[in-house]
């Protein structure tokens, strides 16, 4: 089983051959490139080529909110999702609210996290807990909880892994309303909870995770929204995503993460991937972080990169070849692309 990418390209222009890539089994891709040049685009093709095979589901995370038109496929687009509050070990709590496990409020939080299911039974536990913590304590905690809820990513009856591969042609989580934060919780369950499903059983489908402007999930430093605006939690998707990226393929799960940052992917994330899509790219750090993470990429890799959008150079390691390519065109509506005033 088979998805069509694209056409090759001749180095005179001329279109060539189709070129398919394998959906048969589990994969881990990168799509990469400049911003403007069609990394959405080319993660839309392949949702579609994935909403059409059976066998696999496409779970796209779009923190752009420019993948909802995969609806016309019969994607099932969830415009406001939300995850179970234990979905997020107590640990993540912690990491997502900003806080310490060491310090008082951390270790509240953490304990309120083991203990209940959900963000309303943890600020109950909270206030219960008048004989292991002080008055300010509790007043700290709870209001980080409070912050919490009032993202409205928790619902004790929230998505589940069978929920996201339910639908055959899969799922759209539109995460663009919400902040770094409440998008990484909503993606650090998703993502764990796919992993778990994978590794307990056979899935119905092979999910095939799709996560738009991955840097702004993976990146360790402290949470940057796609906006760009720093917030005090940390990136709680990373270590999930990591999780994926290394060990997901073994149970079935498949990752492809585009991002015009790859020097901002920690270097598993390029070392791993066995599809790199490389659209045009120019920043030395980003050209070198590809680099350092594979070696093979040296040399005539960057001579070879495409200098239009939607074309790619194409690194295929289960057949250790790489080609020109370019992307077929949408069957569904794209919703990205840069504003312009030309034609107002
Ligand atoms: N394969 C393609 N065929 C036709 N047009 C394309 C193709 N790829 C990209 N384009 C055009 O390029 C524009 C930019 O593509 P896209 O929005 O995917 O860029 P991007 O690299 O994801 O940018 P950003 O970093 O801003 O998300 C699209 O709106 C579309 O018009």
Redesign the pocket.
Known sequence: MSGRL?AYRARDGSRGAAVRIDLDGPHAGLVV??????????LG?LAEELARAEGVAPVVADP?GIFSSLADFGTEVVADPAVAADALAPRAWCDLLGLEPAAPEGALVWQAAAARSSVDGMRTFVADADTKADRATRRAADNHLALAESWGVFAPDGLTPSDLIEPAAGTVLDLSGLDSAPANAVLRAVAGGLYDHCVRGRPTRLPWLLVDEAHAFFASEAGKSPTGSATASRNVAASALRTVLTRGRQPGLSFVG?T?RPSALPAVAVSQADLLLA?RLTSRADLDALAAARPTYLGSFEERLPAD??EVLLVDDATESVHAV????RETA?G???PSATGR
Request: no cysteine; glycine share 26%; charged share 25%.
């Open positions: 694209g490139g400049k911003r403007g040049y069609g990394k959405s685009y080319t093709v752009m585009a015009q659209h959008p939607g370019r992307i077929r065109e794209h990205g692309g840069s």
